[in-house]
Nanobody, 114 residues
């Protein structure tokens, strides 16, 4: 079992920044991928960014150049630095751990509005 705890969401004005964190605990497999997904009202959950334990990253086209994913393997924590936020980034952001099995966090709300 893997438990994920997310933090860092909130309300921010367009053009602002937020940093999300997701700490994993439990039966962590050394080779894994951690990522961030988001789901806006009435829309499907979609990948925002992901990073492997080896540091390989993948981004949705809509966030390239604005968002940066990183991780601290010693802390089993993944971060999402979000800059130049837009109203269309508003969603619930979910952390996902993929090792021998997949696990999801509870989600954190990000609202971009003036």
């Amino acid at each position: 079992q893997v438990h994920l705890v997310e933090s860092g969401g909130g309300l921010v004005q367009p053009g602002g920044s937020l940093r999300l964190s997701c700490a994993a605990s439990g039966s962590i497999f050394s080779i894994n991928t951690m990522g961030w997904y988001r789901q806006a009202p009435g829309k499907e959950r979609m990948l925002v960014a992901a990073i492997t334990s080896g540091g390989k990253t993948n981004y949705a086209d809509s966030v390239k150049g604005r968002f940066t994913i990183s991780r601290d393997n010693a802390k089993n924590t993944v971060y999402l630095q979000m800059n130049s936020l837009k109203p269309e980034d508003t969603a619930v952001y979910y952390c996902k751990y993929s090792g021998l099995r997949h696990y999801w966090g509870q989600g954190t709300q990000v609202t971009v509005s003036s």
